[in-house]
């Protein structure tokens, strides 16, 4: 359950970073994209609150140290690449679990996730240039 609310709060730490840059962005690609993402990790505590609350435990309601980090930062810019090394590190722990995850219904949710992480940092990275 440690793995699942460690996932939990850093994915509510990034929704709310989120929806915070999706109002601050002057371009409206960059707004759009902040709130796409946005919407994905929503979703995302949304699958890991269920599954969590499938296994008996209680969903965390903490917002992970990531958000305070976030805010910290001034420049949207890089604000916004912050908030995307931070999808990278999701992507390290999930790709470092999935292999010992034995539930299937769980497996499959974490993999989508994986892969949707994966997909939004290459958007990002579109968007500001990088294409790394």
Known sequence: MVFLNEMLEAERAGA???L?????????????????????????????????KLRGAT?????????EKAM???DLGARISFLNRGQGWVVRKLREMLPRVRDEALHRDLDEMLQSHVTN????????????
Request: charged letters at 15%; glycine letters at 4%.
């Open 16 to 18: 709310k970073a989120l």
């Open 20 to 52: 915070h840059i999706s109002k601050q962005a002057r371009e409206e690609s960059a707004a759009a994209l902040a709130m796409q993402v946005h919407h994905d990790e929503a979703r995302w505590c949304a699958m890991l609150t269920r599954h969590i």
């Open 59 to 67: 969903p965390s309601p903490n917002v992970g140290a990531f958000y």
């Open 72 to 74: 910290a930062i001034a």
């Open 121 to 132: 940092i290459s958007l990002a990275n579109d968007l500001s240039g990088n294409g790394s």
